[in-house]
């Protein structure tokens, strides 16, 4: 049956004390509305539609700029989740399923949401449920003796008895879209805040005769919402905690799960080690065998197997082939590319680089829109220049070349295979194959000249 996916995200999120949009706030680098957007596509729902009052323009151009397709409803004041739902519907068919998120829910998984609309589906209301410890202000779950479900109450609306309960409302539901809209046109506004209550629509059900099945989630993380920054950062924890403990399971030592971040998605190969403070940031991929050494950044990079980063390496964008030594201390910037078994050392920035198979620049480096050889060896110090304040300029090494130490190589340029750049070498024209390149002024040595403190004082 053709599915719905309706997004709660009209409120306020006043407890953020934020400027920006509540369900704008980022889990693992991705705002929790993006988040629950994503989970909720992998059910292929026709549309998804977004509630939205406060901060509508900012989340509008946060979609945009993710390319992600929404529609939005909007929702000018915030009279409740059975009003923010019934807006929505006027966009609905009547022959479908309806399935309602919220947008602050951001941990929630495509698995429970498939259960939920199984038993829409099945012409029932699916409701998430979860066991709190500490349910606080939540609605709660009533059921008879039976066990079914007959109604939610919400905590201010409850008495102590029905405080007392532990399961809890998630907040998330789906029904057949006919039956959704026929109760929310009964929803009264009558209770403690005055609101129109989308839990409302369990009790109408079961009057209906329709039955209203309780999925439990095991984990009550899974349904936790956000409401301030305390939760937010709980949150942030939680879904580290579920990455680095799936990446455990596939034979990834981490030296303290609780000291790595995974903004994106970190795939690794077995017997990987990472140290404490990593960042890993968009789509990384480590072979087998990989040490990542503490206080590293790796972003949208391809790491070949027995890699060795050491500490405080920054890589952006870069395809490192098997058993390279990178760091301490490097940054690797986008569009750099290693052969197998290169060694890029402390303080090298390389950028838009190709160095080939067991290619060196151990120390003190820049190396943009160069290409190096196979086992070529770049000296401590050397500069590509491949700027000229207006253009991007190439600088090619061959392989097995040896540029010595501190040189300026000025691009374009060309240092053929196995030829000598002496140190201290400024290069500007091309350098032919098993040559020596000298360029630099000759040194003088003047034996008769006077320290500043013999001119001044002659006697000493
Ligand atoms: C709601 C549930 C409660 C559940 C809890 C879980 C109701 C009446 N209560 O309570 O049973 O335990 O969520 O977190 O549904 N929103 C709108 N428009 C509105 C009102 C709310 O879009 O008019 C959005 C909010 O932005 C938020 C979500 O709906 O994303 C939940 O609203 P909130 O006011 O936080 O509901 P709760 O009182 O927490
Ligand atoms: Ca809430």
Known sequence: MTLHVIVLAAGKGSRMKSNIPKVLHQVA?????????????????????????????????????????????????????????????????????????????????????????????????????????????????????AGSIDAIVEFKDASPAQKAISEINSGILAAPTHLLRGWLQQVQPNNQQGEYYLTDIVSLAVRDGVSVQGLMVDEEQEVMGVNDRAQLAQAERLYQQQQTTALMGRGVTFADPARVDIRGELTCGIDCFVDINTVFIGEVTLGEGVTVGPGAIIENSHIGANVLIKAHTVIEGAQVADACQLGPFARIRPGSEFAEGVKVGNFVETKKARLGAGAKASHLSYLGDATIGAEANIGAGTVTCNYDGVDKHQTTVGDGAFVGTNSTLVAPLEIGANAFVAAGSTVTAKVAPDTLAVGRARQRTITKWLSPLKRKNPAE
């Open 29 to 145: 680098g991705i705002p929790m509305l993006h988040r629950v957007i994503a989970v909720a596509s992998e059910l292929a729902p026709q549309t998804t539609h977004l509630v939205l009052g406060h901060g509508m323009q900012q989340i509008e151009a946060s979609l945009t700029e993710q390319s992600v397709t929404t529609s939005t409803v909007q929702q000018a004041q915030q009279l409740g989740t059975g009003h923010a739902v019934k807006l929505a519907l006027d966009h609905i068919a009547d022959d479908t399923v309806s399935l309602v998120l919220y947008g602050d829910v951001p941990l929630i998984t495509g698995a429970t949401l498939a259960r939920c609309v199984e038993v829409a589906t099945a012409g029932q209301v699916g409701v998430v449920t979860a066991n709190f410890s500490n349910p606080e202000q939540l609605g709660r779950i009533l059921r008879n003796d």
